[in-house]
Each structure stands twice: as C-alpha cells, then as structure tokens.
C-alpha cells in the first residue's frame, strides 16, 4: 500500500497509478470474456448451427489460435510499458497513423460491445424486477448500470479487480456445478473424448462455430492496457495473458464438452436448435435443481455487470493513452491524484454510453434482437480485423530491431496468427446475419463503417502531425515508453 502511495503522489497528472498483480489483470480479461454469458448465451447457438458435437475442439482450436497470437504479443509487451493496447503495437510497429486508425477502431468495437452487453443486462435485470413491481424500461436499467460502473472506475484500479475476481469466482462457481452434475447424469452413451476428434471438430460447421467462438475471447488485449498499473510489467503482462487465453480456453471447452456428454453426441444439435434460451437452463433444472435455474439467471446480471465495468477500463484507457499523444483533448488525459485512475476518461466513456442507450432508446429498437444482435456482430468484425493488423505489426516491429527474438517469436507465430484470424474474419463477414440473428441489408455495411472509422482516426493523426511538423503526434510513447 505504501509503494502504491508513493507512486500516485511522485506521478505526473497524466500517469496512471497502481500496484496490481497478475491475478488482478487476469480478473479484467476473463471478466471482459464473461464466461457465463459466453457459455450460455453463445454457445447454444454454435451446436445449433454449426459443427455440433464439435463444438468443445472448436474451443480448442480458437485458443490455440490466440495461444499463437500471445506469443509475438508478449514478446512485444516486454519492450512497451505504457497503457494504449493494441493502439501502441500498431503505432510502434506500423506508424501513427496506423495506430490512430487502429485505436478508433478498437475503441468503437469495446463500445459496440459495451452496448450489447448493457442492453442484454438490461432486459435480463427487467425480466428479475419485474415480478417484484419494480417495472422499467430496459435502459434504465442499463443507464443505472452506467452510473455504478463508472463510480468504480473512478477509484483504485485494485478495487475493479477485486470486484472481478468476486464476480468471476460466483461465475466459474456456477458453471463448473453444472458440469460436474453433467458428467454425472451422463446419458446411456456414457463419458468419453470421441467428440475431439479431428473428423468431428474440422467436420462441416466449423466455420460457422467459429463465428460465435471466437468472440468468447474478446478483452485479452486489457493485459497490455494495464502495463502501467502492473507490477513488474515485463514479467507479469506475458504471464497474465497466457494464463487468461489458456484458461478461457479449457474452461469453455470442458464446460461445454459437459453439456454434450448430458445431452448425447448426437442429440446435442437438434436439442440446441429447438430452444437456444432454453438450453442450459434446461440441464440445470434438470441436474442441479430448480434454486440452480434461479442463480444461474441472477448471476448472468453479474457476468454482464463485471464485463461492462471491464469494458470501462478498457476504453478509459484507450482514451487516455489518444489525449497524451495530442489525437484527442488533452483534458481527458487527466488522472484522479488521489486514486491513480483516468478521472475525465471515465466521464466521457459513460457519456458515450449513455448516448448510445439512449439513443437505441429513442429508435425503439429492439435491446435483443437488434442492439445486443447487430452491436455484437460489429464488435466481433472489428476486434479481429485490429488483431489482424496487429500480427502485421508485430512482424515489422521486429523486422527492424537488431536484437530481434528468435524466428517462431518474431515471424512465425504472428504470421501463423495473422492468417488465422484472417480466415475467421472472412467467417464472420460472410455470415453476419446468422451472427446478428438479422438479415437486414445495413448489415452489409459494417466492413465499410469499420473502414470509415479508421480512415477518420488516420486523418486525425495526420491533421495532427501538419499542425505541428517534424513530429508524429501518436509516436511520443515511441521516446518515452519503448
């Protein structure tokens, strides 16, 4: 405690402070991840539409893939110790402009999916409140939600992660009694590992699983946005993103190679199809009991509380590490003395999100079908097309350093990456009506607006640089930093 005081008050007004260990920075990503949500609200619909039984190897080869990606991502965090994300790899590896467009991008995909997620929470909390007569909108309660997310951002960033780690543990808690009655209510065809096998996994569908695998690992990027705030960065960023990409890995996997061993190999698709809302919530009541439905529905409120407050983070910092580097109002890159946070960050961030709320609200759209269905297809294509630019990064990065790592570390893996994500890139394009639940033709439109987006954030960075010549106003962190 002492260390951390003494570092909020030697710290510069735009320094953010903090002492947080790997387990801290671990709580951000699985919670950004939210494990129960990812489980029960996404998984359903990849056994339904996609490779079936094959769904738990899926889960395999999505975190072997960004296993893969971790190894050029940490290596590169070793010689970074600045927050900013994915924002420094691309500047540092691909220039300012990249970097701005690039972070424009990111920070419109975490609020895309900060919006789906606080509409989902939204009706949830309505469809809790209701029969107890506390009947409202579902934006209210998300602007409530809102409001209590940023009151905790603004403090210590050790507080957010210890609330994590409390909703993360009541999370796994649920999901691994469920497995475990599974397991033990296993049908007549009894427990094996038949399902991973490679003709069941890489069998028809895959492609289409992958579309709603893969954003089950959303948020890993938050280990390098907390590198500031960590405690001996070198060492603890690489640990904590191995541990939460491994971990979310094996753990959606054996939750959901679970739920198939309960249901039967062969059963599974046609049971997901006929009722994807219905399907854990079904094995639950069945398993573990009527009290087990009830918990499982209230703690998906936390899971969704826990991922917005995670989300918060995240864009706090993406926000603040703009304002340093002269491509947003220096303003927002003021730090609480007090507490070491991102003060005014934390102020704009709510104000987009209760913008967005509101405006979904003024729309009378749909929170389900439409703004948690269309926010989460466009987070989804974003997130992976920076990570596909951030392979390319991480490969010139290294390119032009002489003390360059080994081959596997430098080209390879990245490379190797790259083009995995690539591929599950083009998954999701080509059917992003099965991941929006829509097929409205704006739909179509999501790769352009993502363009558009980054081509703003590029002529921002260049605006910048003309306005003061002979330097690149997103490279500061290049002098100060690497």
């Known amino acids: 405690m002492e260390r951390s005081q003494a570092r909020m ?9 903090g002492s947080i260990g790997v387990g801290h920075i671990v709580f951000f990503v699985v919670a950004a991840a939210a494990p129960l949500t990812s489980v029960v609200g996404a998984s359903p619909a990849a056994f339904a539409f996609g490779n079936g039984a094959g769904v738990p190897g899926t889960y395999l080869v999505a975190g072997l893939l960004y296993l893969l990606f971790s190894v050029g991502f ?14 420094q790899y691309i500047t540092v590896g691909l220039g300012g402009r990249m970097g701005a467009a690039g972070a424009m991008v990111s920070i419109a995909t975490y609020s895309a999916i900060q919006l789906s997620i606080l509409a989902l929470a939204g009706v949830y909390i309505g469809d809790v409140a209701g029969p107890l007569g506390l009947t409202l909108p579902w934006w209210a309660w998300a602007g409530a939600i809102v409001a209590v997310v940023m009151l905790v951002g603004r403090r210590h960033v050790e507080l957010s992660g210890n609330i994590l780690g409390v909703c993360m543990v009541a999370e796994i808690a649920i999901l691994l009694l469920l497995d475990l009655g599974s397991l033990l209510h296993a049908g007549s065809h009894g427990v094996n590992l038949d399902i991973f096998a490679p003709g069941i996994v890489l069998g028809k569908g895959l492609g289409v699983s992958m579309v709603f695998v893969i954003g089950s690992f959303m948020g890993f990027e938050a280990t390098a946005l907390f590198a500031e705030e960590a405690r001996e960065a070198r060492t603890s960023i690489p640990r904590a993103t191995y541990l939460a990409v491994g971990g979310i890995m094996v753990f959606y996997a054996f939750s959901t190679w679970s739920i198939t061993q309960y249901y039967g190999p062969d059963r599974v698709t046609a049971i997901a199809a006929s009722g ?8 639950a009541e069945d398993v573990l009991g009527g009290w087990a439905t009830a918990l499982m529905r209230a703690l998906l409120i936390v899971s969704l509380f826990a991922c917005a407050l995670s989300l918060h983070s995240s864009i706090n910092r993406y926000l603040l590490a703009l304002a340093r580097d002269g491509l947003l109002s220096r303003a ?27 405006g979904a609200a003024l729309l009378r759209v749909d929170p389900y079908a439409v703004v948690f269905g269309w926010a989460s297809a466009f987070a989804v294509m974003g997130i992976l097309a920076i990570q596909v630019v951030v392979c390319v990064a991480i490969i010139r990065f290294f390119r032009n350093l002489p003390d360059r790592p080994p081959r596997w570390v430098a080209l390879v893996s990245p490379a190797l990456a790259g083009l995995g994500l690539a591929a599950c890139l083009a998954c999701v394009i080509a059917n992003l009506p099965l991941l929006a639940g829509s097929d409205s033709p704006a739909l179509h439109s999501f790769p352009a607006v993502l363009a558009l987006i980054g081509l703003a954030g ?8 003309r306005a003061r010549p002979g330097r690149d106003a997103a490279l500061r962190l290049l002098g100060d930093e690497a």
């Open 332 to 358: 927002l890159s003021r730090v609480d003395p007090a507490h070491g946070a991102p003060i005014a960050a934390g102020k704009v961030q709510a104000a987009m999100a209760s913008a967005l709320v509101g």
């Open 276 to 283: 994807l809302d219905r399907f854990y919530f079904r094995a």
């Open 458 to 465: 590029a002529w921002r960075a260049h605006a910048c640089r």
């Open 74 to 87: 940490t290596a590169m965090s070793t010689r970074i110790h600045s927050t900013g994300g994915f924002f």
């Open 9 to 17: 008050h030697d710290a510069p007004h735009d320094r953010l402070t």
